[in-house]
């Protein structure tokens, strides 16, 4: 018996399951950004309210200040 629609579910769910050296971010007002990390100088987009996004941990603490943006831990 073929165990293809078990597997599609779990490939397609959300993954959250805590990565190792990230944190998650919540963009919690209406306007999107842009913002590059102070540690790693990566660049990330908040687009879509409402929407948790992943970050370096280290990039993620000087972005708890931010207004709009919500660190989850």
């Known amino acids: 018996m073929c165990n293809c ?3 599609r579910a779990s490939i397609s769910s959300p993954n959250n399951k ?5 944190v998650q971010i919540k963009l919690m007002g ?6 590059h990390g102070n540690v ?3 660049m990330y987009v908040f687009n879509k309210t409402n929407c948790i996004y ?3 941990e280290r990039d ?3 972005m708890k200040d931010i207004a709009g943006l919500q660190l989850i831990y």
């Open 54 to 56: 992943w970050v370096d």
């Open 30 to 35: 209406t306007s999107n950004m842009t913002l």
């Open 5 to 7: 629609n078990n597997k």
């Open 18 to 22: 805590p990565r190792k050296g990230e």
């Open 40 to 42: 790693t100088g990566r």
């Open 60 to 62: 993620g603490q000087s």
